[in-house]
């Protein structure tokens, strides 16, 4: 499988580091700089390269594992799935992670058969929004934090996105009708609240409160390309699984969360990123 955009990108992230001088201790600040001083691509030769990374992703095993996890989830739903949200996917002819979440995002829908998948993410330049648009996605026009209802059978992509888009998700199609609806895949809900003992015995926010009451299938990451995949899970809500409309404690809506982008970043992962962001050349 090729590295996935090596002829457009020349300059990493380590290079340009480089080139600016940057200390260590600068080198967080200059994310978002980096990403805008890299060179728009061009969007005939990108289209070409990533209907050829489609090709590849779609007979890779992780994507043949994970839409077998999917078609299982639908068919106890007894639907076929008919809509696709993909929120922060990245600047995905910028970084390679997100370059090949795209490529997994096209081919479901492909796979599918879905006419149009909706984007957002409020990165993306006027080159990605015209290859989204090329490669029959749509463009959301305005930032929703999150929340888009599901009023049909609909698969979201929230590849590690902030806490608080998943939660604002919930928020808006928290009723027993809704949910089913959702198929989300993000990072482990199981892993996201690990660590938050207090909030699952006390929980003010939707991931804390359904927890018990999803079905959560890790998608095992054997794909090629590493920190691309890792940590993500498929979350559905099936109906006999929630509580009884009665519940009214469960099925009182939370607050809506700010998003704030660094939330799920550690000292650790910021370091990952320096070393993993760009697209190598
Ligand atoms: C940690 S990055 C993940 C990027 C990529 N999916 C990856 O795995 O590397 C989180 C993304 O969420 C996007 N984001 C922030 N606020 C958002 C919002 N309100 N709606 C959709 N995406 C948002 C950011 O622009 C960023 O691209």
């Given at each position: 499988?090729?590295?996935?955009?090596?002829?457009?990108?020349?300059?990493?992230?380590?290079?340009?580091?480089?080139?600016?001088?940057?200390?260590?201790?600068?080198?967080?600040?200059?994310?978002?700089?980096?990403?805008?001083?890299?060179?728009?691509?061009?969007?005939?030769?990108?289209?070409?390269?990533?209907?050829?990374?489609?090709?590849?992703?779609?007979?890779?095993?992780?994507?043949?594992?994970?839409?077998?996890?999917?078609?299982?989830?639908?068919?106890?739903?007894?639907?076929?799935?008919?809509?696709?949200?993909?929120?922060?996917?990245?600047?995905?002819?910028?970084?390679?992670?997100?370059?090949?979440?795209?490529?997994?995002?096209?081919?479901?829908?492909?796979?599918?058969?879905?006419?149009?998948?909706?984007?957002?993410?409020?990165?993306?330049?006027?080159?990605?929004?015209?290859?989204?648009?090329?490669?029959?996605?749509?463009?959301?026009?305005?930032?929703?934090?999150?929340?888009?209802?599901?009023?049909?059978?609909?698969?979201?992509?929230?590849?590690?996105?902030?806490?608080?888009?998943?939660?604002?998700?919930?928020?808006?199609?928290?009723?027993?009708e809704t949910l089913p609806n959702v198929f989300l895949i993000s990072n482990s809900f199981e892993m996201l609240t690990l660590n938050r003992t207090l909030a699952r015995s006390n929980p003010n926010d939707h991931i804390a409160r359904i927890i018990n009451y999803c079905t959560?299938?890790?998608?095992?990451?054997?794909?090629?390309?590493?920190?691309?995949?890792?940590?993500?899970?498929?979350?559905?809500?099936?109906?006999?699984?929630?509580?009884?409309?009665?519940?009214?404690?469960?099925?009182?809506?939370?607050?809506?969360?700010?998003?704030?982008?660094?939330?799920?970043?550690?000292?650790?992962?910021?370091?990952?990123?320096?070393?993993?962001?760009?697209?190598?050349?």
């Open positions: 499988m090729s590295g996935g955009g090596e002829e457009f990108q020349v300059v990493t992230r380590k290079k340009w580091m480089a080139r600016k001088c940057l200390s260590r201790r600068n080198r967080h600040k200059s994310e978002s700089d980096y990403l805008n001083d890299c060179p728009d691509v061009n969007v005939d030769i990108f289209q070409a390269r990533m209907e050829r990374l489609c090709g590849e992703m779609s007979q890779s095993d992780y994507f043949i594992a994970t839409m077998e996890t999917l078609q299982q989830q639908l068919e106890a739903l007894k639907r076929p799935l008919e809509r696709i949200v993909c929120l922060g996917l990245g600047p995905f002819t910028r970084t390679y992670q997100a370059l090949h979440q795209a490529a997994f995002i096209i081919s479901t829908q492909q796979f599918h058969k879905i006419k149009e998948t909706l984007y957002y993410d409020p990165v993306f330049r006027e080159t990605e929004k015209e290859l989204i648009k090329r490669l029959n996605g749509t463009i959301i026009k305005e930032d929703r934090a999150g929340r888009h209802v599901a009023q049909v059978p609909t698969l979201y992509y929230l590849p590690h996105c902030p806490y608080a888009l998943m939660h604002n998700l919930l928020l808006c199609n928290w009723s027993n959560e299938a890790s998608l095992e990451d054997d794909y090629e390309q590493q920190n691309v995949f890792n940590d993500l899970s498929l979350h559905c809500f099936p109906s006999e699984k929630l509580p009884g409309t009665d519940n009214t404690i469960f099925w009182t809506r939370c607050a809506p969360l700010k998003v704030n982008e660094d939330e799920l970043r550690t000292d650790q992962n910021i370091e990952d990123e320096f070393s993993a962001l760009s697209i190598r050349s």
